[in-house]
């Protein structure tokens, strides 16, 4: 395996006294897109900030390409790129005095660089213009862009699909896993979208209440929360039915009920397809209900045996 | 460290806000002059005379008269003989006071912007220099750069202190040229007085001397610098300390005019002489006016403004070092 370029490990972090980030522990390697995935108030944010230095851990140690971020600060920082929330940039002035104004605070970006990246998010057209004057998702390209700058291993990005159209959301995809798969850089992505994570991130982990709760492979996780079907059929056909569902690749955790009910796991989007095959084999389907899981399904089952802390986590 | 000024100038400049600063100078020094000139013309047509010799003596008969009275307050009894000890002086010394000219002008612009305009256009300039940074969230842009935080406000209040020099020079250029339009640009050599001492609470005019009015003017700009420097150091702190613009733009209006409000009735609450905002007025120790309190004088004001200064730096760097930025 890769390089690890963000350890973080017995991560807490109270304010006001409550306790918002309760033992929070990941890795990330260079190369890989990993999502942090979350209701809101999980402590997503409160868990970005501390990565990137804006706020102190009560405890535990974030250690940035084999720099610890609390006692190297310098040189840790110095590998992470992020955007904190929205891509907040000088909207009084132009992209490109933004670009070189953190550029001059890194110290170590030529003028190629910066024309370099702006050609990478494509706003050589705009990048004249006062950031006052641009839509949400050219704000979103410079935000990158600022984030690139430095060419840092680590790229740290809260929500980044927030306000981005179908469109927008695609590009942001496919760059970001040209960023991670191509350039080797470690991107580290939160989200409250089951749907985001799933198609963007290699590997993921779940937090609830400040808690990691789950990490593994995003495909061996969707496999776990598949959709669930439940199909309805007559009595004389039921054996049938099961036989044919039994025999498609795509169904599994097959369950026959004695009410004539057959309750499986399968993409809901090939219902139809495995209806046809029913119908061609004799089996009368009196009723079908897919069940989507959502992201508060997922975290229901995923918390059931969890103690919960109480009230809400503002972030 | 180059490097950050140059981004803090940037955007302090882009910001518009010293334009602001230099847009108020010149709507209003225009509007000073006019005044200057329409008083000197009514106070001509009321005396009836060119003669600045019959016009001070006149002065000197009102304030003999005002001191006859028996009804006046002791303090403003004290402030009075000052002031006519001050204006026999002049007569005395053949030194006419307020002969007009732009460098006269200048020097009479410094002593009443002192302790309200100038520190205002300081606040303006400083006061968002932080809070803006947060409520426009780019402040996380800025803290997670590889440089220290400490480098980062250190920055900052070097701009700050280089575009409030700014402010003052041009404040000085501005009132000697737009003034000198109506009022001759002559009068860089003419004698003033000053080395007032007080002693208790009378005039001690032994050690007073004449200086050249450049020389004066350059005490005087320099007294105002100080000022504003303090001001602007203490408007950084409330910056760190208030995340809004608004709001701190509120404390430092009400501390400024507060401080000219206590300047008029503290004079018997002495321990009010240690807040700020009632030692701003520096240039009336040149001119030789009586303290607003007893027991103030040119090295207090000094030492209260310089600790105050001193006091909010070090708030405002411990404050912007430690916090958690939400």
Same mark, same amino acid.
């Given at each position: 395996?890769?390089?690890?370029?963000?350890?973080?490990?017995?991560?807490?972090?109270?304010?006001?006294?409550?306790?918002?980030?309760?033992?929070?522990?990941?890795?990330?390697?260079?190369?890989?897109?990993?999502?942090?995935?979350?209701?809101?108030?999980?402590?997503?944010?409160?868990?970005?900030?501390?990565?990137?230095?804006?706020?102190?851990?009560?405890?535990?140690?974030?250690?940035?390409?084999?720099?610890?971020?609390?006692?190297?600060?310098?040189?840790?920082?110095?590998?992470?790129?992020?955007?904190?929330?929205?891509?907040?940039?000088?909207?009084?002035?132009?992209?490109?005095?933004?670009?070189?104004?953190?550029?001059?605070?890194?110290?170590?970006?030529?003028?190629?660089?910066?024309?370099?990246?702006?050609?990478?998010?494509?706003?050589?057209?705009?990048?004249?213009?006062?950031?006052?004057?641009?839509?949400?998702?050219?704000?979103?390209?410079?935000?990158?862009?600022?984030?690139?700058? #430095?060419?840092?291993?680590?790229?740290? =990005?809260?929500?980044?699909?927030?306000?981005?159209?179908?469109?927008?959301?695609?590009?942001?995809?496919?760059?970001?896993?040209?960023?991670?798969?191509?350039?080797?850089?470690?991107?580290?992505?939160?989200? #409250?979208?089951?749907?985001?994570?799933?198609?963007?991130?290699?590997?993921?982990?779940?937090?609830?209440?400040?808690?990691?709760?789950?990490?593994?492979?995003?495909?061996?996780?969707?496999?776990?929360?598949?959709?669930?079907?439940?199909?309805?059929?007559?009595?004389?056909?039921?054996?049938?039915?099961?036989?044919?569902?039994?025999?498609?690749?795509?169904?599994?955790?097959?369950?026959?009920?004695?009410?004539?009910?057959?309750?499986?796991?399968?993409?809901?989007?090939?219902?139809?397809?495995?209806?046809?095959?029913?119908? #061609?084999?004799?089996?009368?389907?009196?009723?079908?209900?897919?069940?989507?899981?959502?992201?508060?399904?997922?975290?229901?089952?995923?918390?059931?045996?969890?103690?919960?802390?109480?009230?809400?986590?503002?972030? | 460290?180059?490097?950050?000024?140059?981004?803090?100038?940037?955007?302090?400049?882009?910001?518009?806000?010293?334009?602001?600063?230099?847009?108020?100078?010149?709507?209003?020094?225009?509007?000073?002059?006019?005044?200057?000139?329409?008083?000197?013309?009514?106070?001509?047509?009321?005396?009836?005379?060119?003669?600045?010799?019959?016009?001070?003596?006149?002065?000197?008969?009102?304030?003999?008269?005002?001191?006859?009275?028996?009804?006046?307050?002791?303090?403003?009894?004290?402030?009075?003989?000052?002031?006519?000890?001050?204006?026999?002086?002049?007569?005395?010394?053949?030194?006419?006071?307020?002969?007009?000219?732009?460098?006269?002008?200048?020097?009479?612009?410094?002593?009443?912007?002192?302790?309200?305009?100038?520190?205002?256009?300081?606040?303006?300039?400083?006061?968002?220099?932080?809070?803006?940074?947060?409520?426009?969230?780019?402040?996380?842009?800025?803290?997670?750069?590889?440089?220290?935080?400490?480098?980062?406000?250190?920055?900052?209040?070097?701009?700050?202190?280089?575009?409030?020099?700014?402010?003052?020079?041009?404040?000085?250029?501005?009132?000697?040229?737009?003034?000198?339009?109506?009022?001759?640009?002559?009068?860089?050599?003419?004698?003033?007085?000053?080395?007032?001492?007080?002693?208790?609470?009378?005039?001690?005019?032994?050690?007073?001397?004449?200086?050249?009015?450049?020389?004066?003017?350059?005490?005087?700009?320099?007294?105002?610098?100080?000022?504003?420097?303090?001001?602007?150091?203490?408007?950084?702190?409330?910056?760190?300390?208030?995340?809004?613009?608004?709001?701190?733009?509120?404390?430092?209006?009400?501390? =400024?005019?507060?401080?000219?409000? =206590?300047?008029?009735?503290?004079?018997?609450?002495?321990?009010?002489?240690?807040?700020?905002?009632?030692?701003?007025?520096?240039?009336?120790?040149?001119?030789?006016?009586?303290?607003?309190?007893?027991?103030?004088?040119?090295?207090?004001?000094?030492?209260?403004?310089?600790?105050?200064?001193?006091?909010?730096?070090?708030?405002?760097?411990?404050?912007?070092?430690?916090?958690?930025?939400?």
């Amino acid at each position: 395996m890769s390089e690890v370029v963000l350890s973080v490990s017995g991560l807490q972090k109270s304010i006001g006294g409550k306790q918002l980030i309760h033992d929070i522990s990941f890795e990330v390697m260079a190369g890989e897109v990993y999502g942090f995935l979350g209701p809101n108030g999980a402590g997503k944010t409160t868990t970005i900030r501390m990565l990137v230095g804006l706020t102190r851990p009560n405890s535990g140690e974030i250690t940035i390409g084999g720099h610890s971020l609390q006692k190297q600060f310098i040189e840790a920082i110095r590998h992470v790129g992020s955007i904190v929330e929205n891509p907040e940039l000088y909207s009084f002035l132009t992209g490109r005095e933004n670009l070189e104004m953190f550029a001059r605070m890194s110290g170590t970006v030529t003028k190629e660089r910066i024309e370099e990246v702006i050609k990478q998010v494509e706003l050589t057209e705009a990048i004249d213009q006062k950031v006052k004057t641009y839509s949400l998702g050219m704000r979103q390209r410079l935000g990158i862009g600022q984030a690139l700058l #430095h060419s840092p291993k680590l790229l740290i =990005l809260d929500e980044p699909t927030n306000g981005l159209d179908p469109a927008g959301i695609r590009e942001l995809r496919e760059f970001i896993q040209y960023l991670a798969h191509e350039q080797k850089i470690g991107v580290f992505i939160s989200s #409250h979208l089951l749907s985001e994570i799933e198609l963007m991130c290699d590997r993921v982990a779940i937090i609830n209440k400040g808690r990691v709760i789950s990490v593994g492979a995003v495909h061996d996780m969707m496999e776990q929360f598949a959709d669930h079907a439940h199909w309805f059929f007559t009595e004389q056909s039921i054996g049938k039915a099961v036989e044919v569902m039994n025999n498609c690749e795509y169904v599994y955790e097959l369950q026959a009920l004695s009410d004539g009910r057959v309750k499986c796991r399968m993409d809901t989007e090939r219902i139809g397809e495995l209806n046809r095959l029913l119908v #061609h084999a004799d089996v009368d389907v009196l009723r079908i209900e897919s069940k989507t899981v959502t992201l508060e399904d997922l975290f229901l089952s995923l918390t059931a045996g969890t103690p919960g802390e109480e009230g809400e986590n503002h972030v | 460290m180059y490097d950050l000024v140059y981004n803090e100038s940037l955007k302090l400049i882009k910001r518009k806000r010293f334009y602001v600063v230099l847009l108020i100078l010149i709507v209003l020094i225009p509007l000073f002059t006019y005044a200057q000139f329409r008083s000197a013309e009514v106070a001509r047509s009321q005396i009836g005379t060119d003669d600045w010799r019959t016009m001070l003596q006149q002065k000197i008969v009102d304030t003999q008269n005002r001191l006859a009275s028996s009804r006046i307050p002791p303090e403003w009894r004290d402030y009075l003989e000052t002031q006519l000890s001050l204006q026999q002086y002049y007569l005395d010394h053949n030194i006419d006071p307020s002969s007009p000219g732009a460098v006269t002008f200048a020097r009479g612009f410094m002593d009443q912007a002192i302790s309200l305009f100038l520190p205002m256009m300081i606040v303006i300039l400083a006061v968002d220099l932080v809070s803006s940074e947060f409520s426009e969230g780019t402040i996380k842009l800025l803290l997670t750069r590889p440089v220290k935080r400490w480098k980062i406000l250190t920055s900052k209040f070097i701009t700050l202190f280089l575009f409030t020099s700014l402010t003052i020079v041009v404040s000085l250029l501005f009132s000697y040229v737009i003034s000198g339009i109506v009022f001759g640009y002559s009068g860089w050599t003419m004698p003033v007085l000053t080395g007032f001492t007080f002693s208790a609470d009378t005039l001690d005019t032994s050690s007073v001397f004449v200086l050249e009015q450049w020389k004066y003017i350059l005490m005087q700009y320099g007294l105002g610098w100080f000022v504003c420097m303090v001001i602007g150091a203490i408007s950084m702190m409330i910056s760190v300390l208030v995340r809004s613009t608004a709001a701190g733009m509120g404390i430092m209006m009400a501390a =400024l005019v507060s401080g000219v409000i =206590l300047t008029q009735m503290a004079a018997n609450w002495e321990q009010a002489k240690y807040l700020f905002n009632v030692n701003l007025q520096l240039t009336s120790y040149l001119a030789g006016t009586l303290p607003p309190i007893k027991g103030m004088s040119l090295p207090f004001s000094l030492s209260v403004l310089s600790i105050w200064g001193i006091i909010s730096m070090i708030v405002a760097y411990v404050v912007f070092i430690r916090q958690d930025v939400r």
